[in-house]
């Protein structure tokens, strides 16, 4: 069994700062890519940012230079650091992770539960 926890949601005011958490745990053989997606009320669920197992980067146009995606291999987490944040980030954040679980032996995509953030303006 393979879980994703995210964890640092919050509310904010306008300007400042958070730090997501997602923490992959259970029986897991290798973990590839990770991300951040969002989903807004009334809209689709987009992709925020991504990081390879080799540590590349990639972000959506809008929180680039204010959002910082990274990752502890060792611990099996990830984590977004949110700063300038204003309304327009106001969403559920969800982790998906690519892991290869001890189980099955074949690689498929994993989802958090979503961590609620709330910017204040």
């Known amino acids: 069994q393979v879980q994703l926890v995210e964890s640092g949601g919050g509310l904010v005011q306008a300007g400042g700062s958070l730090r997501l958490s997602c923490a992959a745990s259970?029986?897991?053989?290798?973990?590839?890519?990770m991300d951040w997606y969002r989903q807004a009320p009334g809209k689709q669920r987009e992709l925020v940012a991504g990081i390879t197992s080799g540590g590349s980067t990639s972000y959506l146009y809008s929180v680039k230079g204010r959002f910082t995606i990274s990752r502890d291999n060792a611990k099996n987490t990830m984590y977004l650091q949110m700063n300038s944040l204003n309304s327009e980030d106001t969403a559920v954040y969800y982790c998906?992770?690519?892991?290869?679980?001890?189980?099955?032996?074949?690689?498929?995509?994993?989802w958090g539960q979503g961590t609620q953030v709330t910017v204040s303006s």
């Open positions: 259970g029986s897991i053989f290798s973990i590839y890519g």
């Open positions: 998906k992770a690519d892991i290869i679980s001890r189980a099955t032996m074949t690689l498929r995509d994993y």
